[in-house]
């Protein structure tokens, strides 16, 4: 039996977070994110794990950034307006139809979209994997922050890398040289 803090490929769903184009000049490491999304999601379609995005206010924000276009379909994205993606009509209920206990987090802002989105998706009963070296803020003092009021409540933070090891489970695979050749 798998520790339960392990992120399983069965058992697991990513949520990229509101990474959108006209974010990109204001948020540090904005690059490092959309490039660490990339591999979760080139993984995530490799493994037949389920993604989702969400974008706030895309009217003003403009879309998700080009580099993660060609993974949105009609099915898996969610326009909103408020910053819990949780509090938004019908996701909650969308997530639950997966059957899916554990949620892959990725996006921006640290402390603001996917900080209260993932504390709904506690109170909700998922367990929430923070991906460290996938999320940023403006201001990297609020994403440190961010972090920590997560971890406090039960969050999972991690890196990419990892989760990606962990939906892997083992090496000498025609699934773990593809992914290899991803963070090489």
């Given at each position: 039996?798998?520790?339960?803090?392990?992120?399983?490929?069965?058992?697991?769903?990513?949520?990229?977070?509101?990474?959108?184009?006209?974010?990109?000049?204001?948020?540090?490491?904005?690059?490092?994110?959309?490039?660490?999304?990339?591999?979760?999601?080139?993984?995530?379609?490799?493994?037949?794990?389920?993604?989702?995005?969400?974008?706030?206010?895309?009217?003003?924000?403009?879309?998700?950034?080009?580099?993660?276009?060609?993974?949105?379909?009609?099915?898996?994205?969610?326009?909103?307006?408020?910053?819990?993606?949780?509090?938004?009509?019908?996701?909650?209920?969308?997530?639950?139809?997966?059957?899916?206990?554990?949620?892959?987090?990725?996006?921006?802002?640290?402390?603001v979209c996917v900080l209260q989105t993932s504390l709904d998706l506690i109170?909700?009963?998922?367990?929430?994997?923070?991906?460290?070296?996938?999320?940023?803020?403006?201001?990297?003092?609020?994403?440190?922050?961010?972090?920590?009021?997560?971890?406090?409540?039960?969050?999972?933070?991690?890196?990419?890398?990892?989760?990606?090891?962990?939906?892997?489970?083992?090496?000498?695979?025609?699934?773990?040289?593809?992914?290899?050749?991803?963070?090489?």
């Amino acid at each position: 039996m798998r520790h339960s803090f392990i992120c399983q490929k069965k058992q697991a769903i990513l949520l990229v977070i509101d990474e959108q184009a006209g974010l990109a000049p204001v948020i540090t490491d904005f690059a490092v994110v959309v490039e660490n999304t990339s591999k979760l999601l080139k993984t995530a379609s490799l493994l037949d794990i389920p993604f989702i995005f969400t974008e706030q206010n895309p009217s003003k924000l403009g879309r998700t950034s080009p580099e993660l276009k060609s993974f949105i379909r009609s099915t898996n994205m969610y326009e909103k307006m408020h910053f819990s993606a949780c509090v938004e009509p019908g996701f909650i209920h969308m997530l639950a139809e997966y059957q899916r206990p554990q949620i892959v987090v990725t996006g921006t802002e640290s402390h603001v979209c996917v900080l209260q989105t993932s504390l709904d998706l506690i109170a909700a009963g998922y367990q929430v994997f923070v991906v460290e070296d996938a999320i940023a803020s403006r201001n990297k003092q609020h994403k440190a922050l961010a972090i920590k009021q997560l971890s406090a409540v039960g969050a999972i933070v991690t890196c990419a890398e990892s989760v990606l090891f962990q939906w892997l489970e083992k090496a000498g695979t025609t699934q773990f040289r593809t992914v290899l050749q991803l963070i090489k």
